[in-house]
């Protein structure tokens, strides 16, 4: 073949002045070019976001998983409401798909068919390669998004696209591997937990925010998560604690503000339970390991 010629994108104040194009990205893809040393920390993610690493070196934390290095080709699913904490070692090209729920009733069966794999993969948020013809897609519309192309039926499509070269080019474990986090059995009930329980305090409220009756709750909520509502988000708080007692300088009193504990009798009894120390112990262990 011959030279390829790399086309301008046309008419670019009439595609810019559609009504359907992105100006800001929430869901979609982004590209990104990031410098080496740049530092991010988001302490609750709005969405699912696939990092996708084209060139370049970073370091990313995610709940308990600590310090992870994402290299050239590679990818890593950020689910929905974790915590990150991730730094670039090298210049860094990335492109960024956040998404809510996966749209195409197709990918969305695939997952939940293939949630049963789950117990027979060790996740240990390892990045899965990216290999032909996913880097082909990738280029294609980093080169469309680059051009000014930010159309958000592109978007749309580019989506869907990205789950069938996954179904059609990796095996039903890596897919595991990379989603993980966010299988079920049903996925819609599974994305609503995740997206709504850190507005709750608790159970009862987490059920009224969901509009489901306690029945209906209950009997879902087992059969997804395989304990009960309250020892779930007891865990998901003994995570989120674990992992805030390593912020640099945090106090005991911020600590129990961010989990609206009662008093510092009831936070230390937590902790005490959970973790086999005191509050104040917590955060020197946690700082004593993030340094």
């Given at each position: 073949?011959?030279?390829?010629?790399?086309?301008k994108?046309?008419?670019?104040?009439?595609?810019?002045s559609?009504?359907?194009?992105?100006?800001?990205?929430?869901?979609?893809?982004?590209?990104?070019?990031?410098?080496?040393?740049?530092?991010?920390?988001?302490?609750?993610?709005?969405?699912?976001?696939?990092?996708?690493?084209?060139?370049?070196?970073?370091?990313?934390?995610?709940?308990?998983?600590?310090?992870?290095?994402?290299?050239?080709?590679?990818?890593?699913?950020l689910?929905?409401?974790?915590?990150?904490?991730?730094?670039?070692?090298?210049?860094?090209?990335?492109?960024?798909?956040?998404?809510?729920?996966v749209?195409?009733?197709?990918?969305v069966?695939?997952?939940?068919?293939?949630?049963?794999?789950?117990?027979?993969?060790?996740?240990?948020?390892?990045?899965l390669?990216?290999?032909?013809?996913?880097?082909?897609?990738?280029?294609?519309?980093?080169?469309?998004?680059?051009?000014?192309?930010?159309?958000?039926?592109?978007?749309?499509?580019?989506?869907?696209?990205?789950?069938l070269?996954?179904?059609?080019?990796?095996?039903?474990?890596?897919?595991?591997?990379?989603?993980?986090?966010?299988?079920?059995?049903?996925?819609?009930?599974?994305?609503?937990?995740?997206?709504?329980y850190?507005?709750?305090?608790?159970?009862?409220?987490?059920?009224?925010?969901?509009?489901?009756?306690?029945?209906?709750?209950?009997?879902?909520?087992?059969?997804?998560?395989?304990?009960?509502?309250?020892?779930?988000?007891?865990?998901?708080?003994?995570?989120?604690?674990?992992?805030?007692?390593?912020?640099?300088?945090?106090?005991?009193?911020?600590?129990?503000?961010?989990?609206?504990?009662?008093?510092?009798?009831?936070?230390?009894?937590?902790?005490?339970?959970?973790?086999?120390?005191?509050?104040?112990?917590?955060?020197?262990?946690?700082?004593e390991?993030?340094?």
């Open positions: 073949m011959g030279e390829i010629l790399l086309n994108l046309l008419y670019v104040n009439e595609h810019q559609c009504k359907n194009y992105q100006v800001e990205i929430d869901t979609g893809f982004k590209y990104l070019e990031v410098p080496p040393g740049t530092h991010v920390y988001e302490p609750k993610l709005q969405y699912n976001n696939v990092v996708i690493l084209i060139e370049g070196e970073c370091i990313i934390s995610c709940n308990q998983y600590d310090n992870r290095k994402i290299s050239s080709s590679e990818m890593v699913l689910p929905r409401g974790a915590l990150v904490d991730a730094y670039t070692q090298k210049d860094c090209k990335l492109l960024l798909f956040s998404f809510g729920m749209r195409n009733v197709c990918d069966n695939m997952l939940q068919s293939y949630y049963d794999l789950c117990n027979d993969v060790h996740y240990d948020f390892t990045p390669e990216i290999r032909h013809p996913l880097n082909e897609f990738i280029d294609l519309l980093v080169f469309c998004l680059k051009s000014g192309m930010n159309c958000v039926h592109l978007h749309e499509i580019k989506h869907k696209e990205f789950f070269y996954l179904r059609g080019f990796y095996t039903k474990e890596e897919i595991v591997q990379l989603f993980f986090p966010i299988m079920g059995k049903k996925l819609k009930f599974k994305d609503m937990v995740l997206k709504n850190t507005k709750a305090e608790n159970v009862e409220e987490l059920i009224e925010l969901l509009k489901m009756s306690k029945n209906a709750f209950y009997a879902k909520f087992s059969k997804e998560f395989g304990m009960s509502p309250r020892q779930w988000m007891l865990k998901q708080i003994r995570h989120q604690v674990f992992i805030k007692a390593a912020i640099p300088n945090i106090t005991i009193k911020e600590l129990m503000d961010l989990f609206n504990f009662d008093s510092p009798v009831q936070f230390n009894r937590f902790c005490m339970r959970e973790f086999n120390c005191t509050p104040g112990e917590l955060i020197k262990q946690q700082q390991v993030s340094h």
